[in-house]
């Protein structure tokens, strides 16, 4: 799976709605942890979402953020500084 695919999978599916939304979100998800590219820290704060139904699924994705940011500790929190501020509001939790 492309990166950019696995990314816009997360995006689609981050309110899981239903059982599929949530297996399609967890294999995104793992496929992105598999491709260790801190690059894209900010792309994956675009997917935080506090409307979603499952918030202990929504967990993962911070875990990921968190666990790619160890890759480049430097460079990832200036990625992060910049795509917070733009995603506060629906991911305030």
């Known amino acids: ?9 997360l995006k689609l599916n981050r309110f ?12 995104a998800l793992e496929e992105i942890a598999n491709i260790n590219d801190y690059h ?3 792309e ?3 997917v935080l979402e506090d409307d979603t ?3 202990e699924v ?7 953020i968190e666990y790619l940011y160890e890759f480049s500790p430097k460079e990832s929190l200036e990625l992060l500084i910049h795509a917070i ?8 939790e």
């Open 58 to 64: 929504m967990w993962g994705l911070i875990h990921t």
């Open 53 to 55: 139904e499952h918030e």
């Open 85 to 92: 501020p733009d995603n506060i509001e629906k991911g305030k």
């Open 16 to 27: 899981m709605r239903t059982e599929e939304e949530i297996i399609l979100f967890e294999e």
């Open 1 to 9: 799976m492309k990166l950019s695919n696995a990314i816009n999978i």
């Open 40 to 42: 894209i820290i900010g």
């Open 44 to 46: 994956l704060i675009d």
